[in-house]
């Protein structure tokens, strides 16, 4: 079945340094979508890309679909402690109904 | 706007007793899941419906059932609870087809003893 695969695990890092997390699917996604969730809260929409090679920004925040859309990445520049939480990329195959999740990156940023 | 709710936040059963956790959600999104979240395992979807009268399996369906008999509910249901399904539980809505954005709860903490 479709697996999504994320890499780092758990990332610790200074206040102004960036971040990147990975995710890397079995099969070619549809769409990827990216979600925020905060220590003790739910998932939050972040993005989602569609095309391949397609990049989207969201202030400091870069979003990037691979060219065969197997993968995708979260690059945060300058993290600050209010990037504090585990990020999840999530992804569908064609033609499914299912979203299924990577098992997230969990960051935490120290002041 | 409520978007999402569910109840209840927290519950704590004992080994093979049933409960019902209730979700809503009042958006009109035909597109309703159920997710759980253990330590370590990210987001594992247990049922989902496309619509009223319409369910389906996730990947990890055995213990729980599902009904979508209107399209603001979609209760999950434990038969027996195990102690393996003590976890956080999260249900979601979208508009349509997967690919648009899924909308969370703030969840159901359950601890089955």
């Known amino acids: 079945g479709q697996q999504v695969m994320q890499i780092p695990q758990y990332q610790h890092v200074q206040e102004g340094e960036d971040f990147t997390t990975y995710c890397n699917s079995s099969?070619?996604?549809?769409?990827i979508q990216w979600y925020k969730q905060r220590p003790g809260g739910h998932p939050v929409f972040l993005i989602q890309l569609v095309k391949s090679g397609e990049v989207k920004k969201q202030k400091r925040l870069t979003f990037q679909f691979g060219e065969a859309k197997k993968n995708s990445s979260l690059h945060i520049t300058a993290t600050q402690t209010t990037d504090v939480g585990t990020y999840f990329c999530a992804g569908t195959q064609g033609g499914s109904e299912k979203l299924v999740f990577g098992k997230g990156t969990k960051l935490t940023v120290n002041p | 706007n409520a978007g999402v709710t569910q109840t209840p936040k927290f519950q704590v059963l004992k080994t093979g007793q049933s409960m019902t956790l209730q979700c809503a959600q009042d958006?009109?999104?035909?597109?309703m899941s159920w997710y759980r979240q253990d330590p370590g395992m990210g987001l594992r979807l247990i049922h989902y419906s496309v619509g009223a009268g319409i369910t389906d399996q996730g990947e990890v369906p055995n213990g729980y059932n599902v009904s979508r008999s209107t399209t603001e509910d979609f209760p999950l249901r434990l038969l027996s609870a195990a102690p393996s399904q003590t976890s956080v539980y999260f249900c979601?809505?979208?508009?349509?087809?997967?690919?648009?954005?899924?909308?969370f709860g703030e969840g159901s903490w359950l601890t089955v003893v």
């Open positions: 958006m009109n999104h035909e597109y």
């Open positions: 979601a809505s979208s508009y349509g087809k997967t690919g648009n954005t899924i909308y």
């Open positions: 099969t070619t996604l549809s769409n």
